[in-house]
């Protein structure tokens, strides 16, 4: 079923077609996610990259085509045991009034738990560890509606990262951070990655910080793969305006060695 | 680490334990006190012996003919209301959500004055499974009307159809009663929210659904609180947000159901007690529905003992206590609170 995928591919989608009622919105995407990677979706609004993270996540059903997961149909997996397996971190994300961090974080362990069945250890441990790596263990107490920003999207990611799913979906994870905080973020990621052989998917907006810290770029126009592929190898002034409809230049980037775009 | 292990979340349960045992214990002595006082304080001793010793005399059969019955309606009312609007507000992720949304007072109405109107008045406690049965049936046409069509549930969708099944079911009501004196004077209690005359059979009736209701929301707390985080998170979260909401409804439908067949519809203790709750423990409905539950029934009976014995009447409407109670506090909350929500 498989066959025709890359061996490293994580998850992928093999001929997907996703609509909203009648409204086709993405058709025939073929796409791999590399294994172990962070991954980023780029492309202008309305270019239908929330539309597919969503797909990936299940949160909407492809109209025809599958998704699969280490070369296996995800639509066979129940809501709990795709739990297990990825963390999604929605857009704007919304905690009822007076919840605390430590309340939200708990929720990660929903999909581990059965009807009746108490908070274990392992519970806890994973918790405890999901905070440690975004740094909100002195948040443990405050209300998420206390905090700023930046301080509360890092719960809901140690709230995914309570779910200890080896796959993690990010959608638009840095929009309303300030620079300081989208940065740390996408440490925290790259960070992820690397060291907990996570595989990431985020859509974002910076081009920039994009071919910085993600392996691998996926730019989409129109609900179609316009490149993918290493940053390098994917940036150039022909597939930015052709995505973006912008003119610009590719630097490579001083510092870090990555391309950078400049709009001109 | 070391400190890490015991845990930044292990945190506070055993204080909310110890709050909820002395909330408890406050309510015990509410209801004693219920009990005990009015127009003839009977002592503890005479109240046990009533209960267990049962002689006939005149006392026997005020406490467990009429004081008793009236407590234990409260208390069944008020804990029902609370944890119904707890699972209410959890569900539609609305902090000003009650069970009224769901159309249960105006249906429980309704189908207590067709009845009348058409049967006459004399229909006994039959009155109590009328307003059961009304109450289920119009949040169940309600639920479906909101979960109806591509979208499927909505809170939204939810809150619309039962504002448009309240009014018109009330509207339907209201002119019966303009036509029909007798049913009015018979029911006029009743609408206001009262635990006035109530008998122990009627309180029999409906205990045991309240009861399945109160021990089955129980377990749900943890399931609520990743309901109340939306439909697309709980649901990337393993959760099947149509299952555990439609299993929610099922549950208000029993608990407000049963309370306002049994004490009418009173209103606020469903929006009030719940967001009381969490200002003061928080959002973690393991501890919110206890919480409510008890903090329910304690309102009722004291807000019913203050009618009682400050307002003199014997059938001076729970209801309305509570309202006169519960309005400026209302207003305080929607001054203060929801500023956050914006």
Known sequence: MANDMQPSAKLASKDVDIAYGHRLIVENLNLAIPARRFTALLGPNGSGKSTILRTFAALLKPSTGSILLDGRDVARLSTREMARKFGVLLQGPVAPEGLTVSDLVRQGRYPHQSLFSRWSAEDQQACD???VLTGTVDLANRMLDTLSGGQRQRAWIAMTLAQQGDTLLLDEPTTYLDLEHQIELMKLITMLVAKRGKTAVAVLHDINQAARYAQHLVLLKAGKISAAGAPLDVLSPDIIEDVFKVKSVVFQDPVTGTPMCIPL | MSDLKAGPLAGTGAGRLLALACLALLLSAAALGAVALGAATMPPAKILSAIFAFDGSRDHI??????????LAALLAGSALAVAGAIMQAVSSNPLASPDLLGINSGAAFAVVSVMSAYGTGIGDLYVWLAFVGAAAAAGIVYALGSLGAGGHSPLRLVLAGAIITTFLTSVTTVVLIFDQGTLDAVR????GSVTGRSMAQVKTVTPYILVGLITALPFGRHLTTLSLGADASRALGQSPVL????????????????????GPIGFVGLLVPHLVRMCIGVDYRWVVPFSAVTGALLVIVADMVGRLVFGSQSFPVGVTIALIGAPFFLYLARTRLRGDA
């Open chain 1, 129 to 131: 560890e999901a905070m």
């Open chain 2, 62 to 71: 005020l406490i467990t003919g009429i004081r008793l019955p009236r407590v």
């Open chain 2, 244 to 263: 555990w909401r439609g299993l929610s409804i099922a549950l208000v439908i029993l608990l407000a159901g049963g309370a306002v067949a049994l004490a």
């Open chain 2, 189 to 192: 209690l009743w609408t206001a």
